[in-house]
């Protein structure tokens, strides 16, 4: 049966979160799918971004780090995002950049590895892992000798297999086409090969239902600016098994890391715990709106939390892809996210042949903020990408971005000059 707008305002209306829209900033006339990329502001951030700088900087100078807390900042963050990836406290920091702090954790598990069982020296990850996780392993490898394989999905239970198969490195959910490991099951068939496990969350905090706890995972990363809104080059954060933390250094092992940094001692003595995955100095304004960010995804946490946000990112993602094979068919599309729920993270992905990148660009001009991820030439196509984030997006919003992705390829539009024109970021 035809889903209707009108279907979709009565959605809107009995929805249990929509009063979750109003801690956000999203501008009039526009769809904003493209939260898995950039996160929208939440309201709270220019004040508080404000405070920290007017304020803590401005008037209070360095007195700050003790008094308004500074110095505890990325732990205090870390705590809070620990509550949407089922982490204990004390055992995430918000730090530095995923890419940072997976070199961090790769190099420690590399380290733990070679210690526990030795003789292994292989990283496998997925070909299709975002491109940054593949060049901080390779570069690793090319350093300390070791080897990356890239595989696909499918070819993972294989691989574990492998006797010199040291670590898998995954990103949880794909950014590419959207598609979800089942984390406990993975990482519970790599622990069975003797194999650490490295997640890469940054399509997941915030998005999905995370349980590193429950999983046992050894290590993960995540981002701060996607579905946790902490704004642009948000700092990121890092998570290790408790198990883990003690065992060894992480090779950044800057005075922040340290026992007593403000020993200045010429030794290093690394904290324990969690507070070692830290380098340098911490970027405050930057924590302060990573802060905001997390807090509007923890506001639904009397609503049902994760739990809720699933069950209604889900619906947004069902709709999409219904309403799309209704009203988009015989247009080239299909469909790349997996349909099955437990497969699917927050976002649908749709590959088209021809025009992938001037599609994206009309429905930009319209108002409908999604983007493009280039094909690689191997086997994966180009893709439109459209991320749900339940916090803002509502039910009609997807009627109409629907409804102009229809028009954008029924007129033609998107054959216009001006959408072929390549952008700088994508
Ligand atoms: C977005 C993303 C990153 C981003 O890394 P930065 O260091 O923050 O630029 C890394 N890995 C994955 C899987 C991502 O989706």
Same mark, same amino acid.
Not at 9 to 27: C, E, I, K, S, T
Not at 271 to 277: K, M, N, Q, S, T
């Given at each position: 049966?035809?889903?209707?707008?009108?279907?979709?305002?009565?959605?809107?209306?009995?929805?249990?979160?929509?009063?979750?829209?109003?801690?956000?900033?999203?501008?009039?006339?526009?769809?904003?799918?493209?939260?898995?990329?950039?996160?929208?502001?939440?309201?709270?951030?220019?004040?508080?971004?404000?405070?920290?700088?007017?304020?803590?900087?401005?008037?209070?100078?360095?007195?700050?780090?003790?008094?308004?807390?500074?110095?505890?900042?990325?732990?205090?963050?870390?705590?809070?995002?620990?509550?949407?990836?089922?982490?204990?406290?004390?055992?995430?920091?918000?730090?530095?950049?995923?890419?940072?702090?997976?070199?961090?954790?790769?190099?420690?598990?590399?380290?733990?590895?070679?210690?526990?069982?030795?003789?292994?020296?292989?990283?496998?990850?997925?070909?299709?892992?975002?491109?940054?996780?593949?060049?901080?392993?390779?570069?690793?490898?090319?350093?300390?000798?070791?080897?990356?394989?890239?595989?696909?999905?499918?070819?993972?239970?294989?691989?574990?297999?492998?006797?010199?198969?040291?670590?898998?490195?995954?990103?949880?959910?794909?950014?590419?086409?959207?598609?979800?490991?089942?984390?406990?099951?993975?990482?519970?068939?790599?622990?069975?090969?003797?194999?650490?496990?490295?997640?890469?969350?940054?399509?997941?905090?915030?998005?999905?239902?995370?349980?590193?706890?429950?999983?046992?995972?050894?290590?993960?990363?995540?981002?701060?600016?996607?579905?946790?809104?902490?704004?642009?080059?948000?700092?990121?954060?890092?998570?290790?098994?408790?198990?883990?933390?003690?065992?060894?250094?992480?090779?950044?092992?800057?005075?922040?890391?340290?026992?007593?940094?403000?020993?200045?001692?010429?030794?290093?003595?690394?904290?324990?715990?969690?507070?070692?995955?830290?380098?340098?100095?911490?970027?405050?304004?930057?924590?302060?709106?990573?802060? /905001?960010?997390?807090?509007?995804?923890?506001?639904?946490?009397?609503?049902?939390?994760?739990?809720?946000?699933?069950?209604?990112?889900?619906?947004?993602?069902?709709?999409?892809?219904?309403?799309?094979?209704?009203? /988009?068919?015989?247009?080239?599309?299909?469909?790349?996210?997996?349909?099955?729920?437990?497969?699917?993270?927050?976002?649908?992905?749709?590959?088209?042949?021809?025009?992938?990148?001037?599609?994206?660009?009309?429905?930009?001009?319209?108002?409908?903020?999604?983007?493009?991820?280039?094909?690689?030439?191997?086997?994966?196509?180009?893709?439109?990408?459209?991320? *749900?984030?339940?916090?803002?997006?509502? *039910?009609?919003?997807?009627?109409?971005?629907?409804?102009?992705? /229809?028009?954008?390829?029924?007129?033609?539009?998107?054959?216009?000059?001006?959408?072929?024109?390549?952008?700088?970021?994508?």
């Amino acid at each position: 049966m035809t889903t209707t707008q009108q279907d979709c305002r009565a959605l809107d209306a009995q929805d249990p979160l929509r009063a979750l829209r109003d801690l956000f900033d999203v501008p009039a006339n526009t769809i904003y799918l493209d939260g898995n990329s950039l996160g929208a502001m939440p309201r709270s951030a220019p004040a508080r971004v404000a405070e920290v700088v007017t304020t803590e900087w401005g008037r209070d100078l360095i007195r700050s780090w003790n008094s308004a807390g500074w110095f505890e900042m990325p732990r205090k963050v870390g705590d809070l995002i620990a509550r949407l990836i089922g982490a204990e406290p004390g055992t995430t920091i918000a730090t530095d950049s995923t890419s940072v702090n997976l070199f961090k954790a790769l190099s420690a598990a590399l380290r733990i590895s070679a210690e526990t069982k030795p003789g292994r020296w292989r990283i496998v990850s997925e070909r299709s892992n975002f491109p940054t996780d593949l060049y901080i392993a390779e570069a690793l490898c090319k350093d300390k000798g070791w080897e990356l394989v890239l595989v696909e999905p499918h070819e993972i239970a294989e691989a574990l297999k492998d006797e010199k198969l040291a670590i898998l490195m995954l990103t949880h959910v794909n950014y590419r086409t959207g598609a979800m490991h089942d984390m406990a099951a993975v990482t519970q068939a790599a622990h069975e090969a003797g194999v650490l496990v490295v997640w890469d969350l940054a399509h997941s905090a915030g998005a999905v239902p995370v349980d590193l706890t429950g999983a046992d995972a050894d290590f993960a990363v995540g981002c701060g600016y996607k579905y946790l809104n902490g704004g642009p080059g948000a700092p990121a954060f890092v998570w290790v098994n408790p198990k883990h933390a003690d065992r060894c250094w992480q090779p950044l092992a800057g005075w922040w890391g340290h026992d007593k940094p403000f020993a200045f001692t010429p030794d290093y003595q690394p904290a324990a715990g969690i507070v070692r995955y830290q380098c340098g100095t911490q970027p405050m304004i930057s924590l302060a709106a990573l802060e /905001c960010g997390v807090q509007s995804v923890l506001a639904a946490e009397p609503l049902g939390g994760m739990a809720a946000l699933r069950r209604k990112s889900l619906a947004l993602t069902d709709l999409f892809i219904a309403l799309v094979e209704e009203r /988009c068919a015989g247009h080239g599309l299909s469909l790349v996210t997996p349909r099955e729920h437990t497969r699917r993270g927050s976002q649908v992905c749709l590959s088209k042949t021809e025009g992938a990148y001037a599609i994206v660009q009309a429905l930009i001009a319209r108002g409908v903020i999604g983007d493009y991820r280039a094909g690689d030439g191997a086997g994966h196509p180009d893709i439109l990408r459209f991320g *749900f984030t339940p916090l803002y997006v509502g *039910f009609e919003d997807v009627w109409n971005a629907v409804e102009h992705l /229809c028009q954008v390829l029924e007129t033609g539009e998107w054959q216009g000059a001006a959408f072929q024109r390549q952008h700088a970021v994508t």
